[in-house]
């Protein structure tokens, strides 16, 4: 039986946070719950004891056991492969630990369905780490979409090979970022799918079609140059969205125009260009002040369990369909599978 150790914190109380598993991701875990002046990191662990005590030394803090970081913690970030997702996960709930955990919400829809309702019954809050919602210029964009009648969405996420052995799946890695960008700024579940995908996994590119929408969306680890790009094209303008440079342009009033002042026809293009403030900031600080505050406040966190395994069932979807056979006669359904 789990005990939920939040209290009605006031706001000059600290969260005791802690997190597990220190790699690179939850290295930046650790950074930034220490710079929190709300939180105090009361610890890390990791199954590289070398690697928890360097990062601990480096964060003031201790590296400690799994379960002395839950007796001391409030809060948790899971950062550790995602096939043990379920069981960490799942521990820290029980103990009555509010968990952040980074993406995928787990394995597979099933266990991040249980995970979603141990953490409601426990009366916890379980976020998953989909960072890019907090990246300020998709937060501009949020702002803006309930006034706009969105007809597409397009979002790349390329780049050149990564520096490591063995690079996972680029969609659960990668196009799962966008996959849930695009769901929440729709705010709905796709009613259709068709993917495909080449170079070992290394690239794949799906066309998502929602009620009232459709978005391709592409992510690759053999594009030599780095790309983190949203297109979101309505009846009113077109909506660009770099995620590297945190910045939003908005077209509108476009319009083709040919001149012929010298018999030669020229054609000249114009528009109006809009460029809203972005108020620029470090999206992982966002993401982990707003899992503090829905612990502190008791109140539902900005992505929830159900995102995640909204996401998940996407990119689940897409992965089957983009990695299945290549010969059209073996499946003849495999352009197009329909979400029951």
Do not use: W
């Not at 309702?117 to 964009?141: D, M, S, W, Y």
């Not at 899992?291 to 996401?311: C, H, K, L, S, Y």
């Amino acid at each position: 039986m789990s005990t939920n150790r939040r209290t009605d914190a006031t706001s000059e109380e600290q969260i005791r946070a802690g997190v597990i598993g220190v790699g690179s991701m939850g290295e930046n875990h650790a950074r930034v719950y220490a710079e929190l002046p709300t939180v105090d990191l009361a610890g890390i662990t990791d199954r590289d004891e070398d690697l928890a005590r360097r990062v601990a030394s480096e964060f003031d803090t201790e590296p400690v056991t799994l379960e002395t970081l839950l007796e001391r913690c409030d809060v948790v970030t899971v950062a550790v492969p995602t096939h043990v997702h379920y069981d960490v996960v799942s521990t820290c709930l029980e103990a009555g630990v509010h968990v952040l955990v980074e993406k995928p919400i787990a394995e597979s829809v099933e266990e991040g369905q249980r995970l979603a309702e141990q953490a409601r019954e426990a009366g916890l809050v379980l976020q998953v780490g989909h960072i890019e919602r907090f990246n300020p210029a998709v937060q501009t964009v949020a702002e803006l979409i309930d006034d706009l009648d969105v007809i597409s969405i397009q979002a790349e996420r390329l780049g050149p090979p990564i520096d490591r052995m063995a690079p996972g799946n680029v969609i659960y890695d990668l196009m799962v970022h966008d996959v849930d960008v695009v769901g929440s700024i729709l705010d709905d579940k796709p009613h259709s799918v068709a993917a495909m995908g080449t170079e070992s996994g290394q690239y794949a590119t799906a066309t998502i079609e929602y009620e009232d929408a459709v978005a391709t969306v592409t992510a690759s680890r053999v594009t030599q140059k780095k790309v983190r790009k949203l297109t979101v094209t309505a009846r009113e303008c077109l909506v660009e969205v770099d995620y590297l440079e945190q910045s939003v342009l908005i077209h509108r009033d476009s319009y083709p125009e040919y001149l012929s002042g010298d018999g030669q026809p020229r054609y000249r293009h114009e528009s109006v260009v809009e460029r809203p403030h972005v108020d620029t900031g470090e999206p992982l600080r966002y993401e982990l002040e707003s899992f503090v505050e829905a612990v502190r406040d008791g109140t539902e966190p900005e992505v929830t369990a159900q995102d995640g395994i909204r996401a998940l069932e996407t990119v689940q979807l897409i992965d089957r369909l983009a990695t299945g056979p290549t010969d059209a006669d073996d499946e003849p359904s495999r352009e197009r599978e329909v979400e029951a």
